[in-house]
């Protein structure tokens, strides 16, 4: 598999305009970079990364493979 | 220790009286303490009444960091057993969201874990609520207290 799986929930899937997208994961290290391939504007401050489902951060490293997601802060309970 | 996310309505006492049905030789009789909290949905927040809820969860990742925080309320106290159930989906006031349950052989320990174990599932576990309101739908903002 060459690309990752992105996801998005909450308001940012409201953002994107979709639940998620595959991108070619060439050239992209960290979830900071899937950010950038997907969103022309810059991330906001409290944007919450998850890496293969577990919390990371946008300098989270990432490979070909991984489900990156990104979200807003929650509010379950 | 179980956790469930699930869609439909539960009813947690029941839930409480089944779980406790089930659990092994090694839970009962020997739990001196049960702590629980049941959240429910409120029918106003923030300033407007709340007609109904849309609950909106990350499939997977839900699952696991219930699971995760479970089992590190189990590592810090001493606990018989964790019970742990969450909805997603559609909810109307009144209805019950969470259950958290922990029981032990002392007091002290059930009463810490179960704070601990709602309190992480608050800040942490990957769920967001739509509220609708007179006003509109809107997502409802982190509560920091």
Not at chain 1, 13 to 40: C, H, N, Y
Not at chain 2, 37 to 49: E, I, P, W, Y
């Amino acid at each position: 598999m060459s690309t990752i799986k992105v996801k998005y929930f909450a308001g940012i899937r409201e953002q994107f305009g979709k639940a998620g997208e595959d991108v070619p994961a060439a050239g992209l290290q960290t979830a900071a970079d899937v950010w950038r391939r997907v969103s022309p504007v810059p991330p906001p401050a409290n944007l919450l990364v998850a890496v293969n489902q577990e919390y990371g951060a946008l300098d989270s490293a990432v490979q070909a493979g991984d489900e990156v997601a990104f979200f807003p802060p929650v509010t379950g309970g | 220790m179980a956790i469930r996310v699930q869609a439909g309505a539960f009813d947690p006492w029941q839930e409480l009286a089944d779980h406790e049905a089930a659990q092994a030789g090694s839970v009962a009789g020997k739990a001196g303490g049960a702590a629980v909290f049941v959240g429910s949905l409120r029918d106003f927040n923030q300033g407007r009444a709340v007609s109904a809820m849309a609950l909106e969860h990350y499939p997977g990742m839900t699952e696991a960091y219930l699971e995760m925080i479970s089992r590190e309320a189990r590592s810090r106290w001493d606990l018989l057993d964790t019970l742990v159930i969450h909805r997603h989906g559609p909810l109307s006031p009144g209805e019950p969201i969470v259950l958290v349950a922990a029981w032990s052989v002392h007091r002290a320990d059930a009463f810490a874990a179960c704070r601990y174990l709602i309190d992480e599932l608050k800040t942490r576990a990957p769920f967001w609520k739509r509220e609708q309101t007179p006003d509109g739908a809107r997502w409802v903002q982190p509560d920091r207290s």
